[in-house]
């Protein structure tokens, strides 16, 4: 039988190994990207989840909205704004300084499938101002987002108390008038000559006078949203210069400037001229087309009564003046003087009573 013979050049089984080994390390490579496949799917799954749960988180907030101020409103007559003094009542029925309540008795599912899952009001007091802290959880997929918002219930900032006087026209205010610092007038000590502030007037519409019968003075300055009107007329405020509607001067302080007498220097109005580097003692359009305008104090737009007309009927309704009178019941006045002056008479000292006569007592026993 001749001999087998074998070629040393044949590397087939070589072939078949290397087969195996690229097989099994695209196999190792595909089970790596499937792993990875599946950990980023997770985590896009859990970031969706996290997600959607801060969105019934938020949507919890707007209920708590909805439930309070919302369900206010939805209670007020047509056309009526409401009041702090009724919004205060509503609130108070919901719950009172120190409680917690939760707005929900079960979860509330979303359209995105996660779910409100509890909305916490809880209420604290502090003077006037009452504070609701709002805690909502939202939920999805396991996944928990909590959001937290506080509301504070208190009046708005009037800005109008920088002004002797504020009005919302003149009419015949500046006919005969003389609007000046009480403290200055009072004042006897020669010492204190030019340390009192200006005084300002502040008009939200059109300064209507008359022009002939003008015969005013202020000492400051004159804030006027609109222009000046006379007889249904609108006037130029050069008009002023020649006419007997004027101010008092003051300087770059606003600090009035007395003679040695005690007397102030009488000047024109001037709009929008400085004087000695203060501020103008006339300012026509003060605030009329942008609040960054007002560069000597903010004028107000409008004046807040002290009983809110609800139902703008312009006549204080009872249920107005009772929901006003409940909102103001919560505090109280320390210290003072009250003086008392019988009917008939007449308060004649020249300063203000620095002791009680007696009315404290009789106020005390009402």
């Not at 190792?28 to 969105?55: H, I, P």
């Not at 003046?321 to 009917?343: C, E, I, Q």
Request: charge should be negative; proline fraction near 3%.
């Amino acid at each position: 039988m001749p001999p087998r013979y074998t070629d040393p050049a044949d590397r087939s089984g070589f072939a078949l190994v290397g087969v195996m080994l690229l097989t099994m390390t695209l196999g190792a490579l595909a089970a790596l990207v499937m792993l990875r496949v599946q950990s980023n799917f997770r985590a896009t799954e859990q970031y969706t989840n996290l997600v959607k749960a801060e969105e019934a988180a938020d949507a919890g907030l707007e209920y708590a909205v909805a439930q309070t101020y919302g369900r206010y409103l939805s209670k007020l007559r047509p056309g009526s704004i409401g009041n702090l003094g009724e919004f205060t009542d509503f609130i108070g029925d919901l719950l009172r300084d120190g409680d917690t309540v939760d707005l929900l008795k079960r979860s509330v599912p979303l359209d995105n499938g996660a779910e409100m899952a509890s909305i916490e009001v809880s209420r604290s007091d502090t003077g006037g101002l009452i504070t609701l802290k709002v805690r909502s959880v939202g939920r999805a997929g396991g996944r928990e987002r909590t959001a937290v918002q506080l509301f504070e219930i208190t009046g708005g900032l009037f800005r109008g108390f920088d002004y002797a006087v504020l009005t919302e026209e003149t009419r015949c205010l500046l006919c005969h008038a003389e609007i000046d610092n009480v403290f200055r007038i009072e004042n006897g000590d020669s010492d204190l000559y030019g340390t009192f502030d200006r005084v300002k007037l502040g008009v939200l519409g059109d300064l209507s006078l008359r022009f002939s019968e003008a015969d005013s003075r202020i000492a400051g300055s004159i804030h006027v949203r609109g222009t000046i009107e006379s007889d249904k007329r609108l006037l130029g405020a050069s008009l002023l210069e020649g006419s007997d509607l004027d101010g008092y001067a003051y300087d770059k302080d606003g600090k009035l400037i007395e003679r040695k007498s005690g007397k102030l220097k009488r000047v024109d109005l001037l709009n929008g001229i400085p004087l000695n580097d203060a501020p103008a003692n006339l300012m026509l359009g003060y605030g009329s087309k942008d609040d960054a305008e007002m560069t000597d104090g903010v004028l107000p737009k409008s004046i807040a009564p002290i009983v809110p007309d609800a139902n703008n009927n312009r006549i204080v309704d009872e249920d107005e003046w009772t929901s006003t009178v409940k909102a103001l019941d919560r505090g109280h006045l320390n210290g003072g003087v009250a003086y008392g002056v019988r009917p008939g008479d007449a308060y004649k000292e020249r300063g203000l009573p620095e002791s009680s006569n007696g009315a404290a007592k009789i106020l005390a026993a009402q």
